[in-house]
């Protein structure tokens, strides 16, 4: 990850990990007021997930909300420990293997960063706790796009496999120090807070799962109406207090830089969110909740590798045309059949890959004149374009292809998909053996 701070006057940037012998060898003094932003950021990381579950669990049928809110709580607990065990030695250590993964005896078990302080004055602790809840979020993103037909212990797996071989290394590449990705062109892909790890890689990874899975019993022709709009409503009024952790957070300081990401995300939130709801009231002579709050999302998403390096009206813009595209994304979903149930794809894949490219073209000049001294010579918004795409383009190949063959292999061994009596009676009743509210829904 491209993390800006400052030390003294002077903005740098660096990676986000160093190694324990530089760490050693050059000793930092703990920066109290960064420490205690990144403490913030990781909490308000962590709110996102449940309210990932309220956002995805009201947009469900009543007999699936606690079979749907289960796959972003699991992965808190399944993703959280594989993270403490291995998931940062594999993200942040150094090369191995060619590499594909970073490994770090040191990060095992998180036994050796003890007493280690970040080169930004941070414990190395609270960067691995905060970079965990990047881990935890993005497999669970991809649920919502199979929800109310997939059997909970073959998700699980799934998730698991997925961390392992799709999220830890494509995080390698884009923001391990030595990651290939993180060095390309002449200041690496810019991705301040995951447009590429995260969005694209779940996006593309919710695709491939439906295509391959099918689509619910009697969709499109039985109404899956959601069950509790209200709960979603909340759900991303949480997500977007959490986004100033996820993006302001990812700056690993707390100054200028730090404001900057925080309020290209409030802005880009905004305009999304306005953008869709003008859109509606033009296509369908109304603004829905659904709609605003998918907006929202818009705006997020788009913004979220490009905090850190455009303007207030990059910010407008990129926000605007993500909920412009992601509303024809998702109509064109309908057109052509496929089953995404809570459009991860339409969302979050479509519209952080638009901010990872068009970003490009509202890149601070500042940014651009330090590439072009890094690169010798000129280099301009078209260039950076070129990195930004490669980027986008090796994490849909990786990232859909490793789901591919995931999905085929759990469903081989385990069974991905509910029978059709038990989708009939919902995930609620037939996994978990509850109903969220007491009531029943068979529809």
């Known amino acids: 990850m491209r993390r800006f701070f400052s030390l ?22 703990i920066d109290t007021g960064s420490t205690a932003w990144m403490l913030i950021s990781t909490g308000l990381v962590l709110l996102m997930i449940p309210g990932l579950a309220m956002f995805y669990g009201g947009l469900v049928r009543t007999k699936n909300v606690l079979g749907t809110m289960m796959h972003s709580f699991v992965s808190m607990a399944i993703i959280g420990v594989l993270w403490a065990v291995c998931g940062y030695a594999l993200c942040f250590g150094k ?13 095992f078990f998180l036994k050796g960063i003890d007493d280690a302080i970040h080169p930004a004055g941070v414990p190395e602790y609270v960067v691995a706790m905060f970079q965990g809840k990047f881990a935890i979020i993005t497999p ?38 030595d990651g290939f990705l993180f060095n390309m062109g002449a200041r690496g892909i810019i991705d301040l807070a995951g447009g590429t790890v995260i969005h694209v890689s779940a996006g593309i990874s919710a695709l491939v799962a439906v295509l391959y899975l099918g689509a619910r019993k009697g969709y499109p022709r039985v109404a899956a109406t959601p069950n509790n709009l209200v709960t979603t409503m909340i759900g991303a009024g ?16 707390s100054g200028l830089d730090t404001a900057r990401a925080l309020t290209m995300t409030q802005i880009s939130a ?13 296509h369908l002579k109304k603004a829905t ?37 992601c509303y024809g994304a998702i109509l064109m979903k309908y057109k052509l059949g496929y089953d995404d149930t809570l459009d991860v794809f339409g969302v979050h894949g479509v519209g952080s890959g638009l901010g990872v490219l068009l970003l490009s073209f ?31 383009a090796i994490t849909i190949l990786y990232a859909g292809l490793l789901t591919l063959f ?23 009743q037939s996994l978990h053996g509850e109903h969220g509210y007491g009531l029943l829904d068979v529809r």
């Not at 009206?313 to 045309?321: N, P, T």
């Open 270 to 282: 905004a305009s999304g969110a306005l953008a869709w709801m003008l859109i509606e009231a033009l």
């Open 8 to 29: 003294g006057t002077i903005g740098i940037g660096i990676g986000l990990v160093k190694a324990p012998e530089v760490l050693a060898a050059q000793p930092v003094a």
């Open 140 to 177: 669970a993103l991809i649920a919502g796009a199979f929800a109310e037909r997939v059997r909970f212990r073959s998700y699980c797996a799934f998730i698991t496999l997925w961390f392992l071989l799709v999220y830890c290394p494509l995080c390698h590449w884009v923001w391990a120090e």
């Open 289 to 325: 909740s659904l709609g605003f709050v998918t907006g929202i999302l818009a705006g997020l998403v788009v913004i979220t590798p490009a905090a850190g390096v455009v303007r207030p009206y990059g910010a407008i813009i990129l926000g605007a045309a993500s909920s412009l595209i």
């Open 406 to 428: 995931l999905v085929w292999l759990i469903n081989r061994v385990l069974g991905f998909r509910l029978d059709e009596q038990d989708e009939a009676v919902g995930m609620d």
């Open 95 to 107: 090369n191995v293997l060619g590499g594909w993964i970073g490994w770090n005896w040191d990060y």
């Open 362 to 392: 509202f890149i601070r000049p500042s940014w651009l004149a330090e590439a072009a001294q890094k690169a010798g010579g000129a280099w301009t918004a078209f260039d950076q374009l070129g990195v930004q795409a490669a980027g986008m």
């Open 238 to 253: 949480l997500l977007w207090v959490g986004w100033f952790g996820f993006n302001a957070g990812s700056t690993v300081s």
